[in-house]
């Protein structure tokens, strides 16, 4: 079947399968390689992207379900050779380790932070609570996460 998917601000229109993942039209068909798969099972959450600004495990979504609809992936937190405020926190905390949940954990960031820009801290282990870290205890993505609200409040604060 054709298909096109609105994937960080462009269309992209292929010949796939009717029941290819969307994890795998975004990594395999988009060549966009920062969405993880990591379980097929939506335990892990490292294959979170953004569906019309709600999160999304992309491994448990057929791309045909998301014609129509705008998929954000990490790749679209990046602007301008600027840092997503949810990377730079990232970064700034020490939050990254192996590296593998921090796609979905990203996505899971900006989504909350979009909804609630002042989170708590429970409020942002919630949010997290679907994604599976082997690496860390969850306290510098925490960390990460109020980093990156409160350098967000700052900069609207400036301008």
């Known amino acids: 079947m054709q298909l096109t998917i609105n994937i960080n601000g462009k269309p992209i229109t292929r010949e796939v399968e009717p029941r290819q993942l969307l994890v795998h039209f975004i990594r395999d068909t988009a060549g966009l ?23 999304l495990k992309s491994c448990t979504a057929l791309a045909a379900m998301c014609e129509g609809h705008e998929i954000q992936t990490v790749e679209s937190l990046e602007s301008s050779g600027r840092l997503d405020p949810v990377q730079q926190g990232f ?23 979009n909804e609630n820009p002042n989170p708590t801290e429970q409020e942002i282990r919630t949010a997290i609570s679907g994604q599976i870290c082997r690496c860390t205890g969850y306290k510098n993505i925490v960390a990460a996460i109020r980093w990156a609200a409160e350098h967000e409040a700052a900069t609207k604060q400036e301008v």
Request: aromatic share 4%.
């Open 91 to 113: 970064h700034e905390t020490h939050a990254l380790h192996c590296g593998f949940c921090t796609p979905g954990m990203l996505m899971i960031a900006r989504a909350l932070l």
């Open 33 to 55: 390689t920062g969405t993880h798969w990591g379980c097929d099972t939506s335990n892990c959450g490292a294959c979170v992207v953004l569906m019309d600004g709600r999160p």
